[in-house]
């Protein structure tokens, strides 16, 4: 199977490259930026070394649906997608926080809240919950952008303001867009049978000054969902929940001695485990769009997309 791990590519115009933990961001021109989602999977904010199949294409593509689901009540980066796993869209300059919505004491949350913390980036959770139990409203717990290699960090709403990280005018809207995507997405994953328990969102500035949604919207790397049915059976008798996230790897991961700390090891991945995770991409794919995924051709997958993207920026000359 052909998976994309790393791209280099020429277009033209080009003016510089970003390569993230996932995408790989091409600057076209100070004006564009085509956005290249690759099969790499990280966790723990480590890339882990095989790649998984199909799992770009699927995020892009779940990507690209979620933006145009939303795009009445936020305005976004994306103009066209070109090629299954490319997303071209506006040069932004991207807020460096990540706005962390959480619906759930799920993940994170949880794993703070079972070490005694009773507060997360400032804000408080409720005593006495449990693990998979929803908050009495969502709560924004934003975490530092990181630059490559480095750990995402929990900050504080009142840090944010006080390191002029984001102006206040400007964090008021982030948060507004967070807790409306949040709102809508949560609408979408019902009448899907799921439950959107927390998700992140980026933001960035345009050229013009208008702030837009940008990278990933309701991915399984971005966002944690659990099955509505058989939800508060499962809590009642303190069960773990059936999800579709990537919480299933960095579980296996925690199984095997790895949680991204200093001189541990990570664990070798099977073919057998790469399909299995795979699969559940493509399981969640098909779950939150209720569309059936439709695997691209990867014999030469790299040519695909440059001739795709290169096709594309001839066309808007």
């Given at each position: 199977?052909n998976t994309i791990n790393e791209t280099n590519f020429k277009f033209p115009n080009l003016k510089s490259v970003y390569k993230g933990k996932v995408r790989e961001v091409y600057n076209i021109d100070n004006s564009l930026l085509v956005m290249i989602a690759t099969?790499?999977?990280?966790?723990?904010?480590?890339?882990?070394?095989?790649?998984?199949?199909?799992?770009?294409?699927?995020?892009?593509?779940?990507?690209?649906?979620?933006?145009?689901?939303?795009?009445?009540?936020?305005?976004?980066?994306?103009?066209?997608?070109?090629?299954?796993?490319?997303?071209?869209?506006?040069?932004?300059?991207?807020?460096?926080?990540?706005?962390?919505?959480?619906?759930?004491?799920?993940?994170?949350?949880?794993?703070?809240?079972?070490?005694?913390?009773?507060?997360?980036?400032?804000?408080?959770?409720?005593?006495?919950?449990?693990?998979?139990?929803?908050?009495?409203?969502?709560?924004?717990?934003?975490s530092t952008k990181a630059d490559n290699g480095a750990h995402d960090e929990d900050i504080s709403r009142e840090d944010i303001l006080a390191k002029n990280i984001v102006t206040e005018a400007d964090y008021l809207i982030l948060e507004d867009y967070t807790r409306?995507?949040?709102?809508?997405?949560?609408?979408?994953?019902?009448?899907?049978?799921?439950?959107?328990?927390?998700?992140?969102?980026?933001?960035?500035?345009?050229?013009?000054?208008?702030?837009?949604?940008?990278?990933?919207?309701?991915?399984?790397?971005?966002?944690?969902?659990?099955?509505?049915?058989?939800?508060?059976?499962?809590?009642?008798?303190?069960?773990?929940?059936?999800?579709?996230?990537?919480?299933?790897?960095?579980?296996?991961?925690?199984?095997?001695?790895?949680?991204?700390?200093?001189?541990?090891?990570?664990?070798?991945?099977?073919?057998?485990?790469?399909?299995?995770?795979?699969?559940?991409?493509?399981?969640?794919?098909?779950?939150?769009?209720?569309?059936?995924?439709?695997?691209?051709?990867?014999?030469?997958?790299?040519?695909?997309?440059?001739?795709?993207?290169?096709?594309?920026?001839?066309?808007?000359?």
């Amino acid at each position: 199977m052909n998976t994309i791990n790393e791209t280099n590519f020429k277009f033209p115009n080009l003016k510089s490259v970003y390569k993230g933990k996932v995408r790989e961001v091409y600057n076209i021109d100070n004006s564009l930026l085509v956005m290249i989602a690759t099969d790499r999977l990280s966790a723990f904010d480590v890339i882990l070394p095989r790649q998984i199949p199909f799992k770009g294409q699927i995020l892009n593509q779940i990507a690209t649906k979620m933006m145009n689901d939303t795009k009445d009540i936020v305005p976004n980066w994306l103009i066209a997608n070109p090629d299954e796993n490319v997303a071209v869209g506006d040069l932004c300059t991207p807020f460096k926080v990540e706005m962390v919505i959480r619906g759930y004491l799920s993940g994170h949350a949880a794993r703070e809240y079972k070490l005694g913390k009773r507060t997360l980036c400032g804000v408080a959770m409720p005593k006495g919950l449990k693990e998979n139990d929803k908050f009495p409203t969502p709560i924004i717990t934003p975490s530092t952008k990181a630059d490559n290699g480095a750990h995402d960090e929990d900050i504080s709403r009142e840090d944010i303001l006080a390191k002029n990280i984001v102006t206040e005018a400007d964090y008021l809207i982030l948060e507004d867009y967070t807790r409306k995507l949040f709102n809508r997405g949560t609408e979408i994953a019902a009448k899907r049978g799921l439950i959107l328990v927390d998700t992140k969102y980026e933001f960035g500035k345009t050229k013009d000054g208008k702030i837009v949604l940008i990278d990933e919207i309701h991915t399984p790397d971005s966002s944690r969902y659990f099955y509505a049915d058989g939800y508060a059976e499962r809590q009642e008798q303190e069960l773990p929940q059936k999800q579709l996230s990537k919480e299933f790897v960095r579980q296996w991961l925690i199984e095997n001695g790895f949680q991204g700390k200093e001189h541990q090891q990570i664990p070798t991945m099977s073919d057998e485990k790469i399909n299995e995770i795979s699969n559940r991409y493509i399981e969640l794919y098909e779950q939150i769009t209720g569309e059936s995924f439709v695997k691209a051709d990867t014999n030469n997958v790299l040519e695909r997309i440059e001739n795709n993207v290169n096709s594309f920026l001839s066309s808007i000359k």
